[in-house]
């Protein structure tokens, strides 16, 4: 009987993990150039919170990101745009030592996302902003030389942001 019971649990969450992938594809998530349906799927599962300061788990493992008052943030470098939201919330997250690829972010709400390599900003090598994808906001991709890599959050309204960092290149 439990043996049924854990069956169809499973049965039942494979179903509803397939059918949001389904459903996000459906509604524009694969529409850009980069899908980002297999994360809005797992976007909906529970996410394990960071906060300013933590680092990442796992590359393209999502996580849910407690933002705290943007003044109270240290910064690796400063930001590369000034945001316009105030108050503005913020964070700092670390990945460590990664070897050189393209790394691309997926940001659930509006944010300014920046990558430090050695402690320098690495430059954009693309950004889209996605249209009908419920629960993502943009895509930014960064191509890297390898090193050591913080992720900074900054300049959003909201105090959480979901966020998926995962190597693509």
């Given at each position: 009987?439990?043996?049924?019971?854990?069956?169809?649990?499973?049965?039942?969450?494979?179903?509803?993990?397939?059918?949001?992938?389904?459903?996000?594809a459906?509604?524009?998530?694969?529409?850009?150039?980069?899908?980002?349906?297999?994360?809005?799927?797992?976007?909906?599962?529970?996410?394990?919170?960071?906060?300013?300061?933590?680092?990442?788990?796992?590359?393209?493992?999502?996580?849910?990101?407690?933002?705290?008052?943007?003044?109270?943030?240290?910064?690796?470098?400063?930001?590369?745009?000034?945001?316009?939201?105030?108050?503005?919330?913020?964070?700092v997250?670390?990945?460590?030592?990664?070897?050189?690829?393209?790394?691309?972010?997926?940001?659930?709400?509006?944010?300014?996302?920046?990558?430090?390599?050695?402690?320098?900003?690495?430059?954009?090598?693309?950004?889209?902003?996605?249209?009908?994808?419920?629960?993502v906001?943009?895509?930014?991709?960064?191509?890297?030389?390898?090193?050591?890599?913080?992720?900074?959050?900054?300049?959003?309204?909201?105090?959480?942001?979901?966020?998926?960092?995962?190597?693509?290149?």
């Amino acid at each position: 009987m439990i043996i049924a019971r854990w069956i169809a649990g499973v049965i039942f969450a494979s179903a509803a993990l397939g059918s949001s992938a389904s459903h996000a594809a459906a509604n524009g998530c694969d529409t850009g150039r980069w899908p980002v349906s297999p994360t809005v799927a797992k976007f909906n599962a529970a996410l394990p919170a960071l906060g300013s300061g933590d680092s990442l788990p796992a590359l393209g493992a999502p996580v849910m990101v407690n933002l705290v008052p943007q003044t109270e943030v240290s910064f690796v470098h400063a930001p590369a745009r000034q945001g316009k939201a105030n108050p503005a919330y913020a964070a700092v997250l670390k990945l460590g030592p990664e070897p050189a690829a393209t790394y691309q972010i997926i940001a659930s709400t509006g944010a300014w996302i920046d990558l430090a390599e050695n402690n320098d900003l690495t430059k954009s090598a693309g950004y889209e902003r996605v249209q009908d994808c419920p629960g993502v906001n943009k895509v930014v991709r960064f191509r890297t030389a390898g090193g050591p890599l913080t992720l900074q959050i900054s300049g959003s309204y909201g105090k959480t942001i979901k966020l998926a960092v995962e190597r693509v290149e």
